[in-house]
Structures are given as C-alpha cells and as structure tokens.
C-alpha cells in the first residue's frame, strides 16, 4: 500500500532466485558500490546495485552468494527493486549484526536527490539457510538520508547507524529537512528494534559523506568523512550525541568512498587509495551531472595501523587500476579478510573481490595458497 500516496515511502519488493530476465547479467548495463559480509557458517554475501542506466529511478540491488570461500558465485539471487518507475535503489550495505542476523540495508529516494532519501532494511535470520530457503522481513524505513557503511556496535552495546543527507547536491524537493543535512548518527538501542537520530557531526567541503564510525580504545568515537579535499574527521566522546568541529583528517583520500575497522586482533583495517596522483577539480566536478568522472582513484590499498590510526605499519595493493573504487570489508571467521570494490562501472562493469590475512597485509604480499586479488565475481554485459 502507498504511504500518503508516495512511493518513495512505500517498500520495495524482496526477490529471491527472480525468473524475470530483467535482472540477468547480460542485460544490466551498468552497476557500483558493492558490499560483503560473511557468516558464521562461511557463506559469502556480496551485493550492489545497477541497472539500464547510471543512478536513475529504476535501479536496483542485487546480491550473490559463494559457498566456497569466494572463489565462485552462485547463479541464483537476491534482487531488491520499487514497484514505482520513480523510485532508485542504491548504494546497499550488508551487515550481520551481534546477533547473528543478516541485515540487507539500501537507500531510496524519488530521482537521484529528493532531500528526504530513506534508509532502508530487511532482516534474514538465518543466512546460512539452502539458498532457496532464504527468507527476508518486510522491508521497513530506518532513518532519513543515506547509509552506504556499516553500523557500528559500541562496547556499551548500543548500535549506530551513519546516516547522512546531502548537501553537496541540489535537492528535487524540499521536506523540511535542513537540520538533518549534516553527517548524522542514529541509535538504536533495543538491537535494532527502534531507531533515533543521535547527533550529527558538520564536515568542511564534505562530499556525499559516505561516513564511517570507529570505537578507540579510550572510548572515542572517530567518525571519518570524504571530502572534497580528502577526508575529513570529528570526535565525540559521549557516545555519539555530541560531536567536535569538523577539521581536515591526516589520512588523504581523493574523495572517493574508503573503509575502516578494527580487526579481532586490536588492530585497525583502512581499505583506501594510497599514494594517489591525481586531485578532482572541484569547479568541473560541480559542472557535471549527477554521474561524475572522478580523478585519483587508483592504488587501492589495504593498510593496517597498530596505532589507533595515526600511523599505518603494512599497506598491500589490491588494484592499481584508475577507477577501482568503493571498497567494503568483513574479517570472516577463517581468518581471512573478504574485500570487495567496483571498477569501470559503467564501461567494465565488474565486482571483484580480494580475500588476503592481516599477515598479508602486513608483508605486503600474499602468501597463503588460499588468498588471491582482483578477483571478478560479477560482471555486466548488457549491450
């Protein structure tokens, strides 16, 4: 049913295994912003989303699975898509929470910006479930705004979720939303029951946000931002509902989407581009339209810091190709870490996926028989 009669408040439809054609490989003309997760059982979730054309009402999510370490994907699926021709799905994420539930979160929005956007999500309880017996909860509207990264689990164990509205892109409509157009966490603390704005933190020249959350040691929540000159940073240190003034970071980045966590082992995990040549010019990048042609995205690097973040010990390259970018990251239980990325997404059209140690990351290089890079587990072929 329509939500006062706007689609972009209604659900989208959960498909598992579709039979329509419409979703095939060999149709999609294009797809980005790949996410991973990995069970407690082994089992590999890896989604994005794509479509005819470049971020345009009409896109949709797909994910695939791999039973055997990422090494194949299955042919079968999980497709997420808006019955109303208005409404694009983008930017998904996979997270399992502590509980061991599979989260499949994606936005929503009428168009590519409609100043509201929404957050959704839909549970599976079990993902390790035959592929064919996998079930989703209806899908239900989480937060306003876009969540790319993964929530984060404080040691107190409440849960947040780094939603952001933009600002850096001309809004279709006007909901009365200005106060939210920040860099905003939302809390929930009755595992996922409930939902709340928390705080927000205010970036310089941040660009889509894309923002991620981190715990240190000391109980500081570091929340790192893209920006058009980098990545910017701000600190809260009462849980998340009051944030410091936003500032340029240390670590550079070309403004492009990056990665962060802490590993089992205490360590820190950044997935970024590392040594990049090229900056954005910012007044071209206004220029053009909502599909952009970014520079510097090349060396994307897995680099691993000891020291809370401020210095990095091993950096391994992933892919030092121009345009490999947007990476998401789980450590599964293997021990191994499951890395995925999009490159050439509207010429290649590919996701791949890396899956290296921490050891590896350290030495930079890989070692163990069961590693690889670059690995293409999806690729579109529509003409």
């Known amino acids: 049913m329509m939500y006062n009669n706007d689609p972009a408040m209604c659900p989208a439809t959960i498909f598992i295994n579709p039979e329509s054609p419409l979703f095939s490989d060999s149709v999609r003309k294009w797809q980005a912003a790949p996410s991973v997760e990995v069970t407690k059982g082994g089992r590999v979730f890896v989604d994005f989303y794509g479509g005819d054309q470049p971020e345009v009402p009409g896109n949709y999510v797909k994910a695939i699975i791999s039973d055997n370490g990422g090494k194949s994907f299955e042919d079968g699926c999980i497709v997420v898509s808006h019955p109303s021709a208005e409404i694009r799905l983008y930017d998904p994420n996979l997270w399992i929470d502590p509980l061991g539930r599979l989260w499949l979160l994606w936005n929503q929005s009428r168009g590519f910006n409609d100043g509201r956007i929404g957050v959704w999500g839909s549970i599976c309880e079990n993902p390790d479930a035959d592929v064919n017996e996998l079930s989703f909860s209806l899908p239900r509207r989480l937060a306003n705004g876009i969540m790319i990264n993964k929530p984060t689990v404080l040691s107190n164990g409440d849960w947040l979720f780094p939603c952001a509205i933009w600002s850096c892109e001309k809004a279709t409509e006007d909901h009365g939303l200005q106060n939210e157009f920040f860099s905003n966490v939302y809390i929930s603390k009755d595992q996922g029951e409930t939902f709340s704005l928390?705080?927000?933190?205010?970036?310089?020249?941040?660009?889509?946000d894309e923002h991620m959350l981190y715990e240190k040691n000391d109980g500081v929540i570091w929340m790192l931002v893209r920006s058009f000159d980098g990545i910017g940073e701000s600190f809260s240190s009462d849980g998340g509902r009051t944030w410091s003034p936003g500032k340029k970071c240390h670590i550079d980045g070309p403004c492009s989407r990056f990665f962060?966590?802490?590993?089992?082992?205490g360590r820190l995990l950044m997935v970024n581009h590392y040594q990049f040549k090229e900056r954005i010019d910012l007044e071209d990048i206004k220029r053009q339209g909502p599909v952009k042609s970014w520079r510097g995205r090349t060396n994307l690097t897995a680099m691993i810091s000891e020291d809370e973040g401020q210095t990095w010990k091993g950096t391994l390259l992933l892919d030092p190709r121009n345009d490999a970018a947007y990476p998401d990251a789980k450590e599964g239980d293997d021990g191994f870490v499951y890395i995925t990325y999009d490159w050439q997404?509207?010429?290649?059209?590919?996701?791949?996926?890396?899956?290296v140690t921490e050891q590896e990351i350290l030495e930079g290089h890989l070692s163990h028989s069961n590693s690889f890079l670059r690995h293409v587990i999806n690729k579109a072929t529509g003409v």
């Open 260 to 265: 962060i966590r802490r590993l089992r082992s």
């Open 345 to 355: 997404r509207v010429t290649q059209r590919e996701i791949l996926l890396a899956k």
């Open 198 to 208: 928390l705080g927000h933190a205010d970036i310089p020249n941040r660009s889509f």
